[in-house]
């Protein structure tokens, strides 16, 4: 186990990863519950079923005249969301193909627009009738007629109005769902780096605790001497190889002082010692004396 991992310096790393972790876990799901408010939140189904609302025949013959009504809508949330894209559509046979106008409730007419391709009716289940114009109408009651130019002036050709839906309106309405995905996305990836962090700190603080609290690297344990370091060792002092040299002069070696001559020690005072002659005295009580001293 390296030293990194029994120091106290891997116990706060673990921690503060722990820590980075549980806030961006926590920080994600809090993102992804106000990132689903404002984007779910804002689609509706309600713009899918709306669609005009038709007074008297629904596919008049060609000329003909049609009376509808665009309704408010139930799920007002901005001034866009009230209008709505209405298109006058003919189910025709023969050509040239009939000419369509609408106008508003005061006769004031509405300019269409030529239909883009990949546009139809969201009310149109059997497919026959063609878009030939639209325009973006706010509620109201509006009028659309259709005649025929040339011989004969009148056909077998139908039309009939209604809500179109392309392209434009299919991101219009699928928006919301489409922020939903990034937002989620986002979220998921933040939750994901959240515990990956706090797995990386759960394990360097068990690493950490499993070599002992308060232990540091060499603790109980003779470290090593590091390379060169005896080296730094002062060598020893030289011990002298050679005696000193003589004293110089006539007297023998050694301090001044020997050279002169010492007084003769005096005997002590005291009766005079025995004579070889004399018997030897007897010796003290519990005393050996040696054989060689008896003779």
């Known amino acids: ?12 790393a673990g921690r503060k990863l722990i820590l980075s972790g549980a806030i961006l876990i926590g920080l994600s799901v ?8 404002l984007t779910l939140g804002q689609f509706s189904t309600g713009q899918l079923t709306r669609d005009v609302v038709i007074n008297g025949a629904t596919n008049p013959k060609v000329p003909g005249k ?36 609408m106008s508003d409730s005061s006769g004031t007419k509405v300019p269409l627009s030529v239909s883009a391709s990949g546009e139809a009716l969201l009310g149109d289940s059997s497919g026959n009738f063609s878009v030939l114009g639209s325009a973006v109408l706010a509620p109201g009651e509006y009028q659309a007629l259709c005649t025929r130019d040339g011989e004969p002036s009148s056909s077998s050709a139908s039309f009939t109005v209604g809500k179109v839906f392309g392209m434009d309106d299919l991101t219009g309405t699928f928006a919301p ?23 990386v700190g759960l394990v360097k603080r068990s690493k950490a605790k499993k070599s002992g609290p308060g232990l540091t690297p060499g603790a109980g344990t003779l470290a090593a001497p590091a390379a060169g370091a005896y080296s730094q060792v002062p060598p020893p002092a030289s011990l002298p190889t050679s005696q000193p040299p003589a004293w110089p002069g006539p007297h023998p070696p050694g301090p ?39 003779r």
């Not at 186990?1 to 706060?12: C, G, I, R």
């Not at 809090?30 to 408010?37: A, D, E, I, R, S």
């Not at 010692?273 to 005295?281: E, N, R, V």
């Open 1 to 12: 186990m390296s030293s990194a991992e029994n120091s106290p310096v891997a116990v706060v």
């Open 30 to 37: 809090l993102l992804g519950m106000v990132g689903t408010k």
């Open 66 to 101: 049609l009376s509808f009504e665009v309704p408010e809508s139930l799920n007002q949330s901005s001034a866009q969301d009230e209008l709505m894209h209405v298109g006058v559509a003919v189910d025709y046979s023969q050509l040239p193909a009939p000419v369509c106008t």
């Open 177 to 199: 769902f489409l922020w939903f995905l990034a937002v989620g996305l986002f979220c998921g990836l933040m939750f994901l780096v959240g515990v990956i962090l706090m797995i």
């Open 256 to 294: 001044p002082e020997a050279a002169q001559p010492q007084p003769t020690a005096q005997p002590p005072a005291g009766p005079p010692a025995d004579s070889p002659t004399d018997p030897p005295a007897d010796p003290p009580t519990g005393w050996t004396v040696p054989p060689s001293k008896l």
